[in-house]
């Protein structure tokens, strides 16, 4: 809350109507963003607390400042990839002589907390706050249809978690999904790179729909079935021409062995493996 208010603070080239439009024509076309704030200062430096930029996911600085341009460059390069991780960051940054440079210091920036020496006569200290504003991870379920418990948890689940969850389905039966398809040919459907995708098919188009995701290269891939059946599935992708390296790479049986029996407990095992996934650990899974 006190970095958000520092966040609303005047700052020098950019007053809160222009922060707010900002940040609302940057949500309005869909772009994810970051805002970088300075929480601290030591010493003697151009920028105060509460001066902040707002940098859009291509590394333009569309408002603000903070203080010179010596130090954004590095700060638009972290809030990249505070984007692409979705993860925000505090940032110390050193505003050293020419003695000192950035590329001294980065063999540092390993911890929570970097570090950042920046070339200027300035001397000072900033501390700066990056928070990256992003588009919600999309979980799609895949179904063949008809009532399924174990999908309506996941949809539920997902939800819960943060994730926009599109159903495939013929039927249009899951329920808790923000999106239904209701289509039985999955070449209609545009799978995204950063997709989760969860298909529990029960059979009938578990092939239909590995061979599509296999061209999609997404995220993650999960399949709920039993062993003999996955071991029947792949037999009939290799057959098709889907190579062992997308299906090694597939969760399957998809979840992470908790001992799940309900469906409740399944769900929540396939979500503990896709948020493994996401937060790049890795969970012993089902055999």
Not at 25 to 51: H, I, N, R
Not at 59 to 72: A, D, R
């Amino acid at each position: 809350m006190g970095i958000l208010r520092l966040a609303m603070q005047r700052t020098p080239g950019m007053n809160d109507v222009e922060f707010l439009e900002s940040v609302s024509s940057l949500t309005a076309k869909g772009k994810q963003f970051a805002l970088a704030t300075v929480v601290k200062t030591e010493g003697s430096t151009l920028a105060k607390p509460g001066f902040k930029v707002v940098i859009d996911d291509e590394g333009n600085v569309v408002s603000g400042t903070l203080g010179g341009g010596c130090p954004e460059g590095p700060i638009v390069e972290l809030a990249l990839e505070a984007i692409k991780r979705k993860t925000p960051r505090l940032v110390r940054v050193h505003l050293v002589d020419a003695g000192k440079s950035l590329s001294e210091a980065c063999a540092t920036t390993k911890s929570d907390q970097d570090e950042l020496y920046v070339e200027t006569n300035c001397g000072g200290n900033m501390e700066i706050f990056i928070d990256p504003y992003t588009k919600r991870d999309r979980l799609v379920l895949i179904s063949d249809g008809g009532r399924d418990e174990v999908a309506n948890w996941v949809a539920a689940l997902a939800g819960q978690l943060g994730f926009e969850v599109h159903a495939v389905d013929p039927t249009g039966m899951i329920e808790g999904a923000d999106v239904v398809h209701q289509i039985d040919d999955l070449s209609r459907f545009e799978f995204k790179p950063d997709d989760y995708v969860v298909a529990v098919t029960r059979g009938r188009l578990d092939v239909p729909a590995l061979e599509a995701l296999s061209k999609a290269k997404c995220r993650f891939v999960g399949l709920m079935a039993s062993k003999q059946r996955i071991n029947d599935d792949f037999a009939k992708l290799r057959a098709r021409g889907v190579s062992d390296e997308f299906l090694s790479s597939v969760h399957a049986p998809v979840g992470a062995d908790i001992g799940g029996m309900t469906p409740q407990e399944i769900a929540l095992s396939i979500l503990a493996d896709v948020v493994a996934v996401k937060r790049g650990k890795h969970v012993p899974h089902k055999t």
